[in-house]
């Protein structure tokens, strides 16, 4: 059992949040060698996404009309979300270390799969699928990489570990994009040029094996196993088993109700902000990209700032600050319908869900039992996902044809505010 594991339990009765700063965090051993795993890991997803012209596979955005739209992010957000208890289940009972190193191998299998597949011209169902799998895998693999954390850093101080981990995983997923296009560059546009850019990915996947493997059997936990003997029986319960968790957690259910909330209010953000930026707008990928980078510059400053926020005002008045900001800025900046409007709903909307996700994330790695920590950030993925699909599947069938809808962004206002009442109905009971 690793010493900062033991110092998280231990400390598990503390109320407040510390900061030591980001040095101080790099100095823990075991944090830093979970943190490059991730970053590895990142940089190989960022880099096989762009390898396979992420743009053009995966990036619903180029579809024609809402309901492709909703479509394609039905595709993309729906993989992880079929196999998250499964993966819960697993990572409640067998060894999170060799969970880890497995997984990434398995990734980097399929990885080097669709780059033969690439270079021998395959598309369509063949290649999506595979794309769709490998994405799965990496969301299993991060599930992981947070239920682990807490055996790796002290309790107090994991709203700012998380920040870290995750502005810093943004950067290098970024970074790994980038290095495709340069790949490509080198290599070409065509399919043996893609399909050699692609193959690169296997290195942030075997990167992240060897430094998972680099643990001691057992330092990421589970500590105890509390699942049934026989692993379909675990499997099949992991997901009750990760609701019962939850609802069982006060501060945790708080949480998921406030990121429910922004995850129904976002998927239409996003629905809105594509239709526009095509057909109102007639800003094309351009504007999209700069919605992409409001997105963006909003994580990384959430990233910055949550853990400074929350050791002075508390988690409970951090979250429900971010679902006011998010239902302003939604409302706003959206019912004006201009782009530079749109563009700083964009930013705020995103800073405000990601401060939201921290605290979550801190929630749950504090306050849930390691036996069945796995589970209950399986339940998160498949939840929240499930909600942004059905949020942007529901829009689809109202929306106006070129996003100017103002009434869908009253509702995703609407949306905030029932998160913010939900929220502090469970927190008072708890209170």
Same mark, same amino acid.
């Given at each position: 059992?690793?010493?900062?594991?033991?110092? $998280?339990?231990?400390?598990?009765?503390?109320?407040?949040?510390?900061?030591?700063?980001?040095?101080?965090?790099?100095?823990?051993?075991?944090?830093?060698?979970?943190?490059? #795993?991730?970053?590895?890991?990142?940089?190989?997803? @960022?880099?096989?996404?762009?390898?396979?012209?992420?743009?053009?596979?995966?990036?619903?955005?180029?579809?024609?009309?809402?309901?492709?739209?909703?479509?394609?992010?039905?595709?993309?957000?729906?993989?992880?979300?079929?196999? @998250?208890?499964?993966?819960?289940?697993? +990572?409640?009972?067998?060894?999170?270390? =060799?969970?880890?190193?497995?997984?990434?191998?398995?990734?980097?299998? &399929?990885?080097?799969?669709?780059?033969?597949?690439?270079? &021998?011209?395959?598309?369509?169902?063949?290649?999506?699928?595979?794309?769709?799998?490998?994405?799965?895998? #990496?969301?299993?693999? @991060?599930?992981?990489?947070?239920?682990?954390?807490?055996?790796?850093?002290?309790?107090?101080?994991?709203?700012?570990?998380?920040? !870290?981990?995750?502005? +810093?995983?943004?950067?290098?997923?970024? $970074?790994?994009?980038?290095?495709?296009?340069?790949?490509?560059?080198?290599?070409?546009?065509?399919?043996?040029?893609?399909?050699?850019?692609?193959?690169?990915?296997?290195?942030? $996947?075997?990167?992240?094996?060897?430094?998972?493997?680099?643990?001691?059997?057992?330092?990421?936990?589970?500590?105890?196993?509390?699942?049934?003997?026989?692993?379909?029986?675990?499997?099949?319960?992991?997901?009750?088993?990760?609701?019962?968790?939850?609802?069982?957690?006060?501060?945790?259910?708080?949480?998921?109700?406030?990121?429910?909330?922004?995850?129904?209010?976002?998927?239409?953000?996003?629905?809105?902000?594509?239709?526009?930026?095509?057909?109102?707008?007639?800003?094309?990928?351009?504007?999209?990209?700069?919605?992409?980078?409001?997105?963006?510059?909003?994580?990384?400053?959430?990233?910055?700032?949550?853990?400074?926020?929350?050791?002075?005002?508390?988690? =409970?008045?951090?979250?429900?600050?971010?679902?006011?900001?998010?239902?302003?800025?939604?409302?706003?900046?959206?019912?004006?319908?201009?782009?530079?409007?749109?563009?700083?709903?964009?930013?705020?909307?995103?800073?405000?869900?990601?401060?939201?996700?921290?605290?979550?994330?801190?929630?749950?790695? =504090?306050?849930?039992?390691?036996?069945?920590? @796995?589970?209950?950030?399986?339940?998160?993925?498949?939840?929240?996902?499930?909600?942004?699909?059905?949020?942007?599947?529901?829009?689809? !069938?109202?929306?106006?044809?070129?996003?100017? #809808?103002?009434?869908?962004?009253?509702?995703?206002?609407?949306?905030?505010?029932?998160?913010?009442?939900?929220?502090? +109905?469970?927190?008072?009971?708890?209170?």
């Amino acid at each position: 059992m690793s010493t900062a594991g033991t110092a $998280s339990r231990n400390s598990g009765h503390e109320a407040h949040h510390a900061r030591i700063g980001a040095r101080a965090l790099l100095a823990i051993p075991g944090f830093r060698r979970l943190l490059f #795993s991730r970053f590895a890991a990142q940089w190989g997803d @960022g880099l096989f996404q762009a390898g396979l012209a992420g743009a053009v596979l995966f990036n619903p955005e180029r579809e024609a009309d809402p309901l492709a739209i909703a479509a394609g992010f039905t595709a993309l957000l729906l993989p992880y979300s079929i196999v @998250g208890p499964f993966a819960g289940a697993l +990572l409640d009972r067998w060894d999170r270390r =060799r969970v880890l190193v497995a997984a990434n191998l398995l990734r980097g299998l &399929l990885v080097a799969v669709a780059a033969v597949a690439v270079v &021998l011209g395959a598309s369509g169902p063949t290649l999506f699928t595979l794309a769709l799998v490998v994405i799965g895998i #990496s969301r299993f693999v @991060g599930s992981g990489l947070s239920a682990a954390l807490p055996h790796v850093v002290p309790t107090r101080n994991l709203v700012e570990a998380n920040a !870290l981990a995750t502005t +810093l995983g943004a950067v290098v997923a970024v $970074s790994g994009a980038g290095c495709a296009m340069g790949l490509r560059s080198v290599f070409g546009d065509d399919d043996l040029g893609s399909g050699l850019t692609t193959s690169f990915a296997v290195l942030g $996947s075997v990167g992240a094996a060897w430094l998972a493997v680099r643990f001691a059997r057992g330092a990421l936990g589970p500590d105890e196993v509390d699942e049934p003997s026989q692993t379909m029986v675990a499997i099949a319960h992991g997901l009750v088993d990760g609701g019962r968790a939850a609802v069982r957690t006060p501060t945790v259910l708080a949480g998921f109700v406030a990121l429910l909330a922004h995850r129904a209010a976002f998927g239409v953000a996003l629905l809105l902000a594509v239709l526009l930026m095509r057909f109102r707008f007639d800003a094309g990928l351009a504007g999209l990209g700069e919605v992409a980078g409001m997105f963006g510059i909003g994580t990384l400053v959430a990233g910055v700032a949550t853990a400074r926020i929350v050791a002075r005002f508390g988690r =409970r008045r951090t979250v429900g600050a971010a679902l006011a900001l998010g239902g302003v800025a939604i409302v706003g900046g959206g019912l004006p319908l201009t782009m530079p409007t749109i563009l700083a709903a964009a930013l705020l909307i995103s800073f405000a869900g990601q401060v939201v996700k921290l605290c979550v994330d801190a929630a749950v790695q =504090r306050d849930i039992g390691d036996e069945v920590r @796995g589970r209950v950030f399986a339940l998160y993925d498949t939840l929240f996902n499930v909600t942004q699909v059905v949020s942007v599947a529901l829009a689809a !069938l109202v929306v106006a044809p070129d996003g100017a #809808s103002r009434g869908l962004v009253v509702a995703a206002g609407l949306s905030y505010v029932v998160g913010l009442g939900g929220f502090a +109905l469970v927190t008072r009971r708890n209170r």
